[in-house]
């Protein structure tokens, strides 16, 4: 079982204010002494729970033929990047920078079918720093994976993460320079640059390789699930649906359209 | 309660409040944005607690302590098309009195050429730490003392000669001089980082960014930053910086401007009349370098200024009162979200000779600082840090060594 909580999608329960400031208070003592504390419970993005292989959809053992689940994921929310912070202190005008395609969704099983987890080799993935921007701004990838990141911009990047999936710390490279960071955990990881404020992404890594990133358009499609009934999730931006039910047939194609508010 | 504590209760339901914003959403991460980006607000908050600084070697512009010390700041973007922005700050420490840190219009007469035009309460020209402007850039709690530290220097009051001013050694946090106004007041930095000059300030770059050049004429000087002229003399500073390699960044800046003000000039020269004497002036100089790499930081700078001052009684000041600063700092990150970082500093003023004695017109000081911060979150940073401070003669503490902690939220 695949699931991302709400709260690590950063959709944030109402907490008084008061257990809130006692909270605080715990953690900054408690961060004196941990190795890896989270003081707010700001949106933190850390791994998806997962259980084990035996947590499986019902599917058919003997299903032979796999089928698809295609769809469209509708967004509607203004979902906002991040934006520059008003560099009060900057000689001129910064330079320019791309905007990030912030409606490109990623539609995944709930439920994986039984072997889904069996340990893969890992690809390789990229996500270029060009123009002050991760490119692409969502990558989604199987544990194993291995993500480079290149600098294709004039100065200085410094690639990080502190999500508790994979915390990681690139330091400033130059460009043409690229490093690599093997996602060995699954979970979603967001990811920044120490430079400058306003990069941002993220890598959402699997267990299974039962996902899609969707398109322009929103559209989507799984490929190469078999036959059963599955839990279906869309995220966007750090917020998901509620798992849908479809029913993959034998070689045959499943409809599932989301929208997101 | 002591006034540490305090201050730690004051910081914690500073952050507690904002952290009941509306919808329960968290401390916000990022700057909040309107009309599609075009306006943005960001802010930065920073909680400094520390033990008394009886030595007064952490003295600040505002008489606070940067050691102990809730700063706030706001600041905002407005881009009114693709020529024009106009861009501010306000910040208030310890709850004291909201000031205007910047308040400037941004003119970009062509889109596609890298030249700007601000006008207003302009970011610094002069030297690279100042800019610096938010506490999670600075990578230690305390200031670099040739940006921080206060002299006996003072622009609306003057030592009528040399044995007044050796007298006040080290009380540039708060002091009294014979000539112009007589209330008691801190002196100047060598270059202020807690006040910004107002004038006119071009900066161009070339094509590759290698090259960048900035000129600003502003009503005070580095070490006197005003909104209002006190002496109707202006300040030309400028600043070249090289970005040669990936990761260096080299730069120098010059600046030389009207100091004294306009009513302790005339309380001098109406105690004596000197023709050659007409253009009291602060000059300086400064150098940094800057190179980065991998997981590593290192920074250094020099500043050189020199001050002109009316000659009033004998023994006479020297023609230019001199001083000079160096400042070397590291940070190297140990793991995600943990670094570590040191600086060393030195400051040292020219000899005067008086009656009694020949030393420097203020005492010369030593700082180290050593530390390390942790990101609690992305936008959270705790740092710790120790400082040791040398003081070399004036009748304040010699010496002073303490520990520090800050917490820094920006967004």
């Keep these: 079982m695949l699931r991302i909580t709400r709260r690590e999608q950063g959709t944030l329960r109402r907490v008084p204010a008061a257990v809130r400031g006692a909270r605080l208070f715990l953690q900054l003592v408690a961060t004196m002494a941990a190795p890896v504390p989270l003081l707010f419970s700001a949106p933190s993005f850390s791994a998806p729970s997962i259980s084990s292989v035996s947590s499986v959809a019902a599917v058919s053992e003997a299903a032979a033929a796999n089928g698809a689940i295609r769809g469209r994921v509708e967004i509607r929310r203004t979902a906002t990047g991040i934006e520059r912070r008003p560099g009060v202190a900057d000689l001129g005008t910064p330079p320019g920078r791309l905007i990030p395609d912030l409606r490109r969704s990623v539609v995944y099983l709930d439920s994986a079918p039984r072997g889904a987890f069996e340990p893969t080799e890992g690809g390789r993935a990229v996500m270029d720093q060009r123009n002050e921007t991760f490119v692409p701004h969502v990558l989604a990838i199987t544990v194993g994976t291995t993500v480079d990141f290149p600098n294709s911009d004039k100065f200085y990047h410094n690639v990080f993460s502190l999500s508790k999936t994979k915390p990681f710390d690139l330091g400033r490279y130059a460009t043409g320079s690229s490093r690599p960071v093997r996602f060995d955990r699954p979970g979603i990881v967001r990811v920044f640059c120490d430079i400058h404020s306003h990069m941002n992404a993220f890598v959402l890594v699997f267990s299974h390789p039962f996902f899609a990133l969707t398109d322009g358009d929103g559209r989507y499609r799984i490929d190469n699930v078999p036959a059963g009934t599955y839990g279906v999730i869309a995220w966007n931006e750090g917020t998901s649906s509620e798992p849908k039910s479809v029913s993959v047939p034998d070689g045959g194609l499943a409809e599932l359209d989301f929208t997101l508010r | ?411």
């Design chain 2, 1 to 411: 309660m002591t006034t540490a504590v305090r201050w730690a209760v004051r910081a914690w339901v500073l952050f507690v409040c904002l952290d009941g914003r509306a919808d329960a959403q968290v401390l916000p991460s990022e700057p909040i944005a309107f009309a599609n980006g075009r306006v943005t607000v960001g802010g930065d908050i920073a909680a400094t607690i520390g033990p008394h600084d009886d030595g007064f070697f952490n003295n600040t512009d505002y008489s606070h302590n940067a050691m102990r010390l809730l700063r706030i700041d706001v600041s905002a973007a407005v881009e009114a098309g693709p020529h024009f922005a106009l861009l501010g700050e306000i910040r208030t420490e310890n709850f004291g009195q909201v000031r205007p840190y910047a308040a400037y219009v941004r003119i970009r007469p062509w889109a596609s050429r890298n030249f700007d035009v601000q006008v207003g309460m302009v970011p610094p020209t002069f030297g690279a730490f100042a800019r610096r402007t938010y506490a999670n850039d600075n990578s230690l709690i305390g200031y670099p003392l040739g940006y921080q530290y206060m002299t006996t220097m003072r622009a609306d009051a003057l030592a009528a000669n040399v044995d007044e001013l050796l007298k006040n050694r080290s009380e540039g946090w708060g002091l009294r001089y014979s000539v112009g106004s007589r209330t008691r007041d801190g002196g100047v930095a060598l270059v202020s980082a807690f006040r910004w000059d107002t004038g006119v300030q071009m900066h161009a770059s070339s094509a590759s960014g290698v090259v960048q050049g900035t000129i600003a004429v502003t009503a005070g000087t580095v070490s006197n930053p005003r909104f209002n002229d006190d002496n109707d003399g202006p300040q030309v500073v400028g600043r070249v910086e090289l970005r040669p390699a990936s990761g260096l960044v080299v730069g120098a800046s010059l600046a030389r401007g009207a100091f004294v003000a306009e009513d302790a000039e005339r309380a001098a020269l109406g105690a004596v009349s000197n023709p050659d004497d007409w253009r009291y002036t602060q000059s300086a100089w400064g150098g940094d370098v800057e190179y980065s790499r991998d997981h590593y930081v290192l920074r250094y700078e020099a500043i050189g200024s020199g001050w002109r001052l009316p000659r009033v009684e004998r023994p006479l000041l020297p023609r230019t009162l001199g001083a000079l600063s160096h400042s070397i700092e590291g940070r190297y990150k140990l793991r995600p979200g943990l670094y570590a970082a040191a600086r060393w500093d030195w400051l040292g003023f020219s000899e005067v000779v008086g009656t009694k004695e020949t030393a420097p017109w203020d005492a010369p000081v030593k700082r180290l600082e050593a530390g390390v911060g942790y990101s609690l979150q992305r936008n959270l940073l705790l740092k710790l840090s120790y400082q040791l401070n040398r003081r070399d003669g004036g009748k304040l503490e010699k010496a002073e060594n303490f520990p520090a902690a800050q917490l820094v939220f920006w967004f």
